[in-house]
């Protein structure tokens, strides 16, 4: 069984994760947690180069720094490079992801375990797709072939919650988050992209039976009791409870 949680930034799906962990373990069910980028060494570094490309480019100018065969990555006069062609980060979370369902998603599964990821295909169609695409058709025929070719034929998701949210509630809880990147070029939308990104959550959770959408306006307790029973729903007909 595969599942995946989806939602803007500071949508509360890591809580619903941690929550979810905690009901399995007290149900004696082996899991399996991956994240989006990330998950394995070569993800994590896909993820650093995604979420801080400049960070990453100094660390990387520094490391190598005297190595002939390594040339320096060209920074402008702050220290930073030019963002990733959305074209790039495309092929970027691809690549992460490809990685990812070889060498833990696919195991995983094989192992009878259930797979919960921290984001996955609806993230790509979410922040690229509509976001920076605008929804163009080609691009996110783009982003299901390459899906339907390379990762869903390893692992296909059975179940995608997403946790709706304003852009007013994200702004306050992102006042009170800690320890995140301001530079995170991921993480940070005004009021135009937050629209563009939920809308686009919205339109999959109407086309695609694998979505539901919950109202993450609630208290973590209430959302988790959707949660809760849409599992409970799935466990059964699974034959584990």
């Given amino acids: 069984m595969f599942i995946t949680f989806e939602g803007i930034d500071y949508c509360g799906k890591g809580e619903q994760i941690r929550r979810t962990e905690e009901y399995l373990r007290s149900l004696n069910i082996p899991y399996f947690l991956n994240q989006e980028p990330g998950g394995s060494a070569h993800g994590l570094i896909d993820r650093m180069l995604l979420k801080n490309p400049s960070l990453s480019a100094r660390a990387l100018n520094e490391a190598f720094k005297g190595m002939n065969d390594y040339p320096q990555i060209p920074l402008d006069e702050n220290g930073n490079i030019e963002p990733a062609l959305p074209e790039t980060e495309i092929l970027r979370f691809v ?42 058709k080609r691009i996110l025929d783009l982003i299901i072939a390459l899906h339907d070719l390379m990762i869903f034929p390893i692992a296909n998701i059975d179940r995608t919650f997403y946790f709706d949210i304003t852009f007013e509630e994200q702004e306050n809880r992102k006042a009170y988050a800690i320890g995140r990147d301001p530079n995170d070029v991921l993480d940070n939308q005004d009021r135009e992209k937050f629209e563009r990104i939920t809308e686009g959550y919205r339109t999959m959770a109407r086309e695609d039976q694998r979505v539901l959408l919950i109202d993450g306006m609630r208290t973590p307790e209430e959302v988790f009791a959707d949660v809760r029973k849409e599992l409970e729903k799935m466990l059964k007909a699974g034959g584990r409870i």
């Fill in 95 to 136: 690549d992460s992801r490809v990685n990812n369902t070889i060498r833990g998603i696919r195991p995983a599964l094989s192992e009878g375990k259930i797979v919960l990821s921290d984001r996955h295909f609806h993230s790509t169609m979410a922040y690229q797709g509509y976001d920076k695409y605008r929804g163009e």
